[in-house]
C-alpha cells in the first residue's frame, strides 16, 4: 500500500475574519440572531431553500442559541456576511457537514432578500468562504444542492466553480409542484484551475 502523505487533518475550529470589497465575513455572534430570524422569516428565502412549514415561536432563541454556540463548534462553519462600512448583517455562510477522512464538507448560503439579492454580495461571500476552505483548511471537496427553481443561485454557484454533478429528480414538493434538485461540487483542483480567489473575481 502507499502511503499519501497529507496535509493535517481539517477542521472548522478557526473563525476567520474575511475581508471582500463588496462584503466582509466574521464569524456570527448572538447579536446576529434578530437578523437569522430575518432571513428566516423572508418567504423568497424559504421558497428558493425548500423550507417548509411557518416560522415556529422560540425562533429568536433558537437562533441565539445555534449562533452562540459556534464559536466552540469545530465541524461547521457559520460566517455572518455584513455590509463593510455598516456592519450591517446581510446573511450567512455556512460550511458544515464535515467528512474529515475523505476531506468534504457541504456548503450553503442564504442573504436577506430586499436589501441583499443581485448585488453581487453572493458571489463575493461564496469565493471568500471557498478560498477559506480550500487554502486554509485543506478541504478537497465542497458540495451543495439547488433547486431548478434558484437559476440566479445556480449561475453564482458555476461562475466561482461548482460543476453539475446530476441531478435528484423532483426532490422538493412545493405549492403542488415537483421540483428538481441539482448535485454540484468544486473540488480544489477545480478551484486552482478556475484561478483560486484572487484571479477569478
Ligand atoms: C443565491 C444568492 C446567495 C445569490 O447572491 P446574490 O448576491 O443575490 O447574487 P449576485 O448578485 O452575486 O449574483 C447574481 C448573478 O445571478 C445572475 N442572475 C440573476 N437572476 C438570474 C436568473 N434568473 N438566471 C440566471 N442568472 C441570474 C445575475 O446576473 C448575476 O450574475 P452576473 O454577476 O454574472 O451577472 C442570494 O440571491 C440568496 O441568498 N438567495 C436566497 C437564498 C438562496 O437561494 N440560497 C441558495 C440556496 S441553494
Request: hydrophobic content about 45%; glycine content about 8%.
Amino acid at each position: 500500500m502507499i502511503e499519501v502523505m497529507t496535509s493535517p487533518t481539517p477542521s472548522f475550529v478557526a473563525k476567520p475574519t474575511l475581508i471582500g470589497k463588496r462584503v466582509l465575513l466574521r464569524p456570527v455572534t448572538v447579536a446576529d440572531a434578530p437578523g437569522l430570524v430575518e432571513l428566516l422569516n423572508d418567504p423568497d428565502v424559504r421558497r428558493l431553500t425548500g423550507t417548509h412549514g411557518q416560522v415556529r415561536p422560540g425562533v429568536l432563541e433558537r437562533a441565539e442559541a445555534l449562533y452562540s454556540a459556534q464559536a466552540a463548534e469545530d465541524d461547521e462553519l457559520y460566517l455572518a456576511v455584513v455590509e463593510p462600512a455598516t456592519g450591517e448583517y446581510l446573511g450567512e455562510v455556512v460550511l458544515e457537514d464535515l467528512d474529515a477522512d475523505n476531506r468534504s464538507c457541504s456548503f450553503r448560503i442564504a442573504l436577506v432578500g430586499p436589501r441583499a439579492f443581485g448585488r453581487g454580495y453572493g458571489t463575493e461571500a461564496t469565493r471568500l468562504i471557498l478560498a477559506h476552505a480550500f487554502e486554509a483548511v485543506g478541504i478537497h471537496r465542497v458540495g451543495l444542492e439547488v433547486f431548478d427553481f434558484n437559476p440566479r443561485a445556480r449561475h453564482v454557484y458555476e461562475r466561482v466553480g461548482f460543476v453539475h454533478e446530476g441531478t435528484k429528480r423532483q426532490a422538493l414538493h412545493w405549492q403542488g409542484a415537483w421540483v428538481d434538485a441539482h448535485v454540484l461540487a468544486v473540488l480544489a483542483d477545480d478551484w486552482s484551475r478556475h484561478g483560486g480567489f484572487p484571479a477569478s473575481r
